[in-house]
């Protein structure tokens, strides 16, 4: 099983991006999945999560800029960031709980991290 995201870039302050991160391998069930980040010489931090019954949650910073979403169907979850600001640079990884049978418990998983970056 792998997560691999994608979308990240260099975009002007105001300006949007929109992170998608594709699981694929072996699936049979995806729990939990969530976008963190980490800034230079700062501790990684969840950004946005998918909690098991559909509701979401963001850190304070984000709330009102950024959406997290997933399409089941296409086992990919997004994260579409609006209003960016040059405090928003960070790499963002992507994380999942996956479940490769039925016969197995979940695992977490983490994507390789894409760079945002925000200029003023």
């Known amino acids: 099983v792998q997560l691999q995201a994608s979308g990240g870039g260099l975009v002007q302050a105001g300006g949007s991006l929109r992170l998608s991160c594709a699981a694929s391998g072996s699936i049979f069930g995806i729990n939990a999945p969530g976008w963190y980040r980490q800034a230079p010489g700062k501790q990684r931090e969840l950004v946005a999560a998918?909690?098991?019954?559909?509701?979401?949650d963001y850190i304070d910073s984000v709330k009102g800029r950024f959406t997290i979403s997933r399409d089941n169907a296409k086992n990919t979850m997004y994260l579409q960031m609006n209003s960016l600001k040059p405090e928003d640079t960070a790499v963002y990884y992507c994380?999942?709980?996956?479940?490769?049978?039925?016969?197995?418990?979940?695992?977490?998983?983490w994507g390789p991290g894409t760079q945002v970056t925000v200029s003023s």
């Open positions: 998918i909690a098991s019954g559909g509701t979401t």
């Open positions: 994380t999942a709980e996956i479940r490769r049978s039925r016969f197995s418990s979940y695992t977490t998983y």
